[in-house]
């Protein structure tokens, strides 16, 4: 993991929200506690200080899943009228930092306090046992059974079959790319839906894949430098789409690719509309969504109206927990593409295509 300094130029440019530091373990940061005092007033007996944030490798800024759980903490914060604490990831961490952090969160009476990313499977198992009147969230893991833990989990290969369906059908060579950032379960979820979807276009189209590291400690979610290289490679061995589901080592993937002038395709957030990538936007073909901000809403959502959540709670094509961002004007001229992608979607919905997870 990493210190905020060491931040990209276009990472820092994201994070527009006022901070300050916090003096207890995690080296974190807050944003809206001075909110909390009017919140058990306001939700009709809604008893917490607000939500308690703690983020993945990566951090806020990285344009895609932190980001992305970010706008669903800040969504909440508004509509609710509640404080709030999101907690960056730190250096080199161990499970018991990450226990110290959500300990923390929950002494503090954050409810929900929720952890970004599956890293925090172990800390989440623990500390809920500890505080079983506190709701808490695990995104990207499904292992923890307690009566006060949502396991926020996601069809990840559908999103990706759409991304592959998009990237075959745009590709003028044939010749396509996936690059995960860390070779884990869950990213090859990424790409075997990647690689299906583009299949069911081409039987015989070819696919670049590669993954950045063999572990997160490495940087596989947290070096743009490590896309870059990476998509650098791939380009230059032909193909001419790239779909990445790398975090923040994802924005080198985009920046090269439109110094190549190929295509990229976003993962996570819908990374055309992120101001940072602005200057690159051009070449996102689209975005594989996922709805980690929708997930962090409908939990916050849930506790404030004292009907938690908790058990697994799945985002699919049918619930909008996945999907496929059009919003690039260049993509929506592509009928042809649009059709193919729009249709591939139904028919996923209408259990006539069943997606790969390996």
């Given at each position: 993991m990493?210190l905020?300094?060491r ?8 994070v ?12 974190g940061?807050?944003?809206?506690d ?21 983020y ?7 344009q ?5 759980a ?8 508004k509509?609710?009228k ?6 960056e ?15 923390q969160?929950?002494q503090?009476?954050?409810n ?10 172990p ?11 506190i709701?808490?969230?695990?995104i ?37 790319g ?40 490495e ?24 779909y ?13 690719a ?17 101001s940072a990538?602005?200057?690159y936007?051009?070449?996102?073909l ?16 849930s506790?404030h ?27 929506k001229?592509?009928?042809d593409?649009?059709a193919?992608v729009?249709?591939a979607?139904?028919d ?11």
């Open positions: 990493r905020i300094s931040r990209t130029r276009f990472s820092r440019a994201a527009t929200v006022a901070v300050v530091a916090l003096a207890a373990a995690g080296c940061k807050s944003s809206t001075s909110k909390s005092s009017d919140s058990e007033s306001s939700s009709g007996g809604y008893s917490g200080k607000g939500i308690g944030l703690a993945d490798i990566g951090g806020k800024g990285d895609s899943f932190n980001d992305a970010y706008a669903g903490f800040q969504k909440a914060e509509e609710f509640i404080g709030g604490q999101d907690i990831p730190q250096d080199g961490e161990s499970d018991a930092d990450k226990v110290q952090r959500l300990t969160l929950a503090a009476g954050y929900p306090v929720i952890g970004v990313g599956f890293a925090y499977a800390a989440v198992k623990e500390v809920a046992a500890k505080f079983p009147k709701t808490f969230g695990i990207d893991d499904e292992q923890i059974q307690a009566k006060n833990v949502a396991d926020m989990v996601f069809h990840e290969e559908q999103a990706s079959y759409l991304a592959g369906v998009a990237a075959a059908k745009a590709s003028k060579k044939a010749h396509i996936f690059i995960g950032g860390v070779d884990i379960p869950l990213i090859h979820k990424f790409e075997a839906g990647y690689v299906q979807g583009a299949k069911s276009v081409n039987p015989n189209i070819k696919v670049e894949s590669q993954y950045l590291t063999e572990t997160a400690q940087g596989g979610f947290s070096s743009p430098d490590k896309g870059k290289d990476a998509a650098s490679g791939q380009i230059e061995a032909g193909a001419d789409v790239i990445h589901a790398a975090g923040l080592s994802g924005q080198g993937v985009i920046t090269e439109a110094a190549k002038k190929v295509w990229a395709i976003g993962v996570d957030s819908d990374q055309y509309s992120q990538l602005a200057a936007k051009d070449y996102i689209g975005s594989a969504l996922k709805n980690v901000g929708g997930a962090v809403y409908d939990l916050v959502k506790v109206a004292g009907k938690p959540l908790s058990g697994v709670v799945r985002g699919s094509l049918s619930n909008d927990g996945v999907g496929f961002a059009d919003t690039n004007p260049k993509y001229a592509m009928t593409v649009v193919a729009d249709k979607k139904q996923i919905i209408d259990g006539k295509i069943t997606v790969n997870t390996k």
